[in-house]
């Protein structure tokens, strides 16, 4: 495959990878150390609603050591990162599991703080939700901007508000654009995710919602397929044939239309997901990574296109 057209690529990827931005920040490739606190949501304790999100099974937190504390946590990614990238390999901590900006600005600082002080942790990624950034919560993101790399991931999913009724989202998209806007504002780094294949949404709804993120210009995007997990309300929806799931090709074909339309300067950190196997119902083609990457890659080359090839700025 010929090298590719696009500006930010320096092998056959037309799209702008984590990697690729990695190398050109650090000057090597960067890891992830996930790191569960054990912390809850609003949409599950009651404040906003119960039960989280209808395909949510622990917060995503899939390859999490729960229940141990941030340096236990990140000891045990270290062991697992430095046996094979080496005893120097350096990674991002990545507070990943339910909403890490829920719970008092101490607690969250002590947990945050933690991290920063091991070794070889060159930054911090933190996964939340746009209604769960409060002053106090900013000022400590802030302080923590000054001095890391940080980058906060927000939970868009959809900008279609009937969508976000459906799965149980209990934060409009008003209300994200509030939170969004809030980081944004203070020169934080963030990283938008949303979710194709949502029910009910058809793929023009999927990139009005690329066109909407499109609009906002992003630092980073993790795009990804919905998987339907074992005991989640999803699988209930699925098993009743309440949906249809994008097949392989369809999914493919969706990718390819919101990063032609995405700008061009936007990370694409995630473009297909890793869910857990041992509860993965459907889609079984998702497990195939290399597969869906493949695809992806193929299809760019022949129609000959790219990231932000009909982005236009307004």
Not at 104 to 122: D, G, I, R, T, W
Not at 155 to 166: R, V
Not at 207 to 232: C, N, R, S
Request: neutral net charge.
């Amino acid at each position: 495959m010929n090298k590719s057209p696009f500006i930010y690529s320096n092998d056959n990827k037309r799209y702008y990878t984590l990697n690729y931005y990695n190398k050109n920040k650090y000057g090597k490739k960067i890891y992830k150390a996930v790191i569960d606190c054990g912390l809850t949501c609003p949409n599950i304790d009651g404040t906003k609603g119960v039960g989280g999100c209808i395909f949510c099974d622990g917060g995503s937190g899939y390859f999490t050591h729960s229940g141990l504390t941030v340096k236990s946590q990140l000891e045990r990614e270290y062991e697992r990162i430095s046996q094979k990238y080496g005893p120097d390999a350096e990674f991002v901590a990545y507070f990943q599991a339910n909403t890490n900006t829920y719970a008092p600005c101490s607690v969250l600082k002590e947990l945050f703080y933690s991290a920063l002080e091991f070794p070889n942790v060159c930054g911090l990624s933190i996964g939340t939700r746009a209604d769960c950034l409060s002053d106090d919560i900013i000022g400590l993101l802030c302080d923590i901007n000054e001095k890391t790399a940080l980058t906060v991931e927000l939970g868009m999913q959809s900008c279609h508000e009937e969508t976000l009724k459906l799965i149980n989202r209990c934060c409009t998209h008003k209300e994200f654009l509030e939170g969004y806007h809030k980081l944004k504002s203070k020169g934080i780094r963030v990283c938008l995710h949303i979710i194709n294949g949502l029910p009910f949404e058809t793929p023009e709804m999927m990139l009005k919602t690329a066109h909407e993120v499109a609009k906002m210009k992003p630092d980073a995007v993790k795009l990804q397929m919905l998987h339907v997990i074992k005991g989640t309300r999803l699988e209930k929806m699925y098993q009743n044939n309440e949906f249809k799931l994008l097949d392989r090709d369809e999914y493919i074909d969706i990718i390819v239309k919101q990063l032609e339309t995405l700008p061009p300067e936007t990370v694409i950190e995630r473009i297909t997901g890793d869910g857990d196997k041992s509860k993965l119902i459907a889609p079984m083609w998702s497990a195939d990574k290399i597969a869906v990457l493949g695809g992806i890659d193929k299809k760019l080359a022949e129609l000959d296109t790219w990231q932000g090839r009909l982005y236009t700025e307004k």
